[in-house]
């Protein structure tokens, strides 16, 4: 049984860090990437890393989010600096199994970040 869970969400004053993880059970993975969605809205991508450890982010976060991944672990991780009330939300890990035409979400983790 294929299952992301993500972890390490919680509260957090404004400007200080977090560091999220997503651990992969059931499978090996290709393509991974972290999402969000704040309150009232929808969906939006992070960024992606893919499993030789490529990377991309939207452009609004380059720089502030760091994503990196373990291939060994099976884990997919997220650093998030200078955290703003913003980057509240929903924070959701996304992979694609490897070699086939699968893709899985996490149950999310929520951040929340006071100001």
């Known amino acids: 049984q294929v299952q992301l869970v993500e972890s390490g969400g919680g509260l957090v004053q404004a400007g200080g860090s977090l560091r999220l993880s997503c651990k992969a059970s059931?499978?090996?993975?290709?393509?991974m990437a972290w999402y969000r969605q704040g309150p009232g809205k929808q969906r939006d991508l992070i960024g992606t890393?893919?499993?030789?450890?490529?990377?991309d982010y939207a452009d609004s976060l380059s720089g502030q989010f760091t994503i990196s991944r373990d291939n060994a672990k099976n884990a997919v991780y997220l650093q998030m600096n200078d955290l703003k009330a913003e980057d509240t939300g929903v924070y959701y890990c996304?992979?694609?199994?490897?070699?086939?035409?699968?893709?899985?979400w996490g149950p999310g983790t929520q951040v929340t970040v006071s100001s």
């Open positions: 996304y992979a694609k199994a490897w070699g086939k035409d699968l893709y899985y």
């Open positions: 890393i893919k499993r030789d450890g490529s990377t």
């Open positions: 059931g499978s090996m993975f290709g393509f």
